[in-house]
């Protein structure tokens, strides 16, 4: 159901807001969950490859497959098709599963694919409870608000973007 609907659904960040309230840094198991968590805000997930998953996309063997059983590696609110599969799940559906979720949820609008974070720095908020540990200066630029500054790179471009 999910994958017959996402494929049309799928459409990703075009452009990054010149402000936003959340960026989240990185597309896989935490980043989508944390998406969702903050849809109301308008995140934007900016991950560095051209796929969310992680690393059970970009970083395993053919061979590697969860260490979990299925029913103990989902979402509270999304479950694997085949959760009474007693066979753990091979890094294929594992990815397969996520990207579902992503169509589940409506996650792929707040994805900024080829967008790979090279620089935060933070801005200020001693009033919020962030103390000069946070930023090194102890200043208080922004009265309060805790503040961060997300430099990118995109594509093969090394401008760094904040």
């Given at each position: 159901?999910a994958?017959?609907?996402?494929q049309g659904a799928?459409a990703?960040?075009?452009?990054v807001p010149?402000?936003?309230?959340?960026?989240?840094?990185?597309?896989?198991?935490?980043?989508?969950?944390?998406?969702?968590?903050?849809?109301?805000?308008?995140?934007v997930?900016?991950?560095a490859t051209?796929s969310v998953?992680?690393v059970?996309k970009?970083?395993?063997?053919r061979t590697t497959?969860?260490?979990?059983?299925?029913p103990?590696?989902?979402?509270?609110?999304?479950?694997?098709k085949?959760?009474?599969?007693?066979?753990?799940p091979?890094?294929?559906?594992?990815?397969?599963?996520?990207?579902?979720?992503?169509?589940?949820?409506?996650?792929?609008r707040?994805?900024?694919f080829?967008?790979?974070v090279v620089?935060?720095?933070?801005l200020g908020?001693?009033?919020?409870?962030?103390?000069?540990?946070?930023?090194g200066?102890?200043?208080?630029p922004?009265?309060?608000?805790p503040m961060w500054?997300?430099?990118?790179?995109t594509?093969d471009?090394?401008?760094?973007?904040?």
């Amino acid at each position: 159901m999910a994958m017959a609907q996402g494929q049309g659904a799928r459409a990703t960040r075009e452009a990054v807001p010149p402000v936003s309230r959340v960026a989240i840094i990185g597309g896989g198991i935490s980043g989508l969950a944390a998406a969702k968590q903050m849809a109301a805000y308008d995140p934007v997930v900016f991950e560095a490859t051209p796929s969310v998953g992680g690393v059970w996309k970009h970083c395993v063997y053919r061979t590697t497959r969860l260490q979990t059983p299925r029913p103990d590696y989902e979402f509270s609110d999304y479950s694997w098709k085949n959760r009474d599969d007693p066979s753990f799940p091979t890094h294929t559906e594992i990815v397969d599963y996520l990207e579902g979720y992503a169509d589940e949820f409506d996650l792929w609008r707040y994805i900024s694919f080829g967008s790979k974070v090279v620089d935060i720095r933070f801005l200020g908020g001693a009033e919020a409870g962030f103390t000069e540990l946070w930023s090194g200066t102890g200043k208080d630029p922004l009265r309060g608000k805790p503040m961060w500054e997300v430099g990118i790179v995109t594509g093969d471009s090394n401008t760094v973007q904040v």
